[in-house]
């Protein structure tokens, strides 16, 4: 079986080290964003995958209706 992380658990790696050389508060500002822009950018990306799936969807569906006429 196939370990999968969730989107919280690949953030949290990411950014685990991310700025730990800069000053304490702006790392963890940067941290902060750096995080929530990875977890922003993969629910995009999901969104975009469930769009395509549906467009495809259609696409076939377009297809085979194009048959019966």
Known sequence: ??????????????????????????????????????IDGMLWMEDQMESLKDFNTWKEWKNKSKDLI
Do not use: F, H, P, S
């Open 1 to 38: 079986m196939e370990n999968k992380e969730t989107i919280k658990e690949v953030a949290e790696r990411l950014t685990e080290n991310a700025y730990r050389d800069d000053v304490w508060e702006e790392g963890r500002l940067k941290r902060v964003g750096y995080y929530q822009g990875i």
